[in-house]
C-alpha cells in the first residue's frame, strides 16, 4: 500500500539506515539502568570511589526488591552509600565494610550471603527441588505402559454398521 502512494521511495535508503540506528540508541537508552548514585555523593580520590562501586554493588538494598545499592534510589540506599563511602574515608578495608553493614543489617544485605546453617535452606534448596523434580519424572516415565494397547479389528458386522452410519451421513 505504501508503495502505491509513494511514501517507500520518498524515503532514501541512507535515510532509513540513520532512522533504525536512531530508534536503535533510544532503545538502548531507554532500557540502560537509571544511576543511582548522586553527584554529591562521589569521592575526590578516585580510588577509593572505584572501591566504593564495587562493594556497592555486591551489597543488597534492604528496602528493594533484590537491587543493590549502587541502582537503588530508595533513601535506605543512600544512606547505605554514605556510609560505605566515609567508611573507606576513614581507613576500613573493603572486608571491613562489608562486615560492619552485615552486623547492622544481617546476611540479607550481602548479594551473595555466606554459606552457613542459617542460609543452608538458600543455597540448597534449588538444587533439592530439582532433584525431587528428576525423581517424580523417572518415576513417572517407569510406571506408563510401555507399549499401547492395540484395538482388535473390527467385526464383519461393525464393519457394516459403521459402513452405513457413514453413508446415511453423507446424505
Not at 502512494?5 to 540506528?21: E, V
Not at 534492604?62 to 566515609?86: F, G, K, P, T, W
Not at 565494610?97 to 534448596?125: C, H, N
Not at 528428576?134 to 482388535?152: C, D, M, Q, S
Amino acid at each position: 500500500m505504501h508503495e502505491r502512494l509513494g511514501i517507500a521511495r520518498a524515503i532514501s535508503p541512507k535515510k532509513r539506515i540513520l532512522g533504525r540506528i536512531a530508534a536503535f540508541l533510544v532503545a538502548i537508552s531507554l532500557t540502560a539502568p537509571a544511576a543511582a548514585l548522586m553527584p554529591d555523593e562521589i569521592l575526590n580520590n578516585p580510588d577509593l570511589e572505584a572501591r566504593a562501586r564495587a562493594l556497592s554493588k555486591d551489597l543488597r538494598c534492604v528496602v528493594c526488591q533484590n537491587e543493590a545499592i549502587d541502582s537503588s534510589n530508595a533513601e535506605i540506599a543512600r544512606q547505605m552509600r554514605l556510609v560505605v563511602r566515609e567508611r573507606l574515608v576513614a581507613g576500613d578495608s573493603d572486608g571491613q565494610v562489608l562486615d560492619f553493614l552485615q552486623a547492622r543489617y544481617g546476611d540479607y544485605v550481602l548479594m551473595k550471603p555466606p554459606i552457613k546453617p542459617e542460609t543452608y535452606l538458600l543455597w540448597y534448596s534449588p538444587a533439592v527441588v530439582l532433584l525431587l523434580g528428576g525423581i517424580g519424572v523417572g518415576f513417572y516415565l517407569l510406571r506408563r505402559p510401555k507399549t499401547a494397547e492395540l484395538a482388535e479389528p473390527l467385526t464383519d458386522a461393525e464393519r457394516a454398521r459403521l459402513k452405513r452410519l457413514l453413508d446415511e451421513s453423507d446424505a
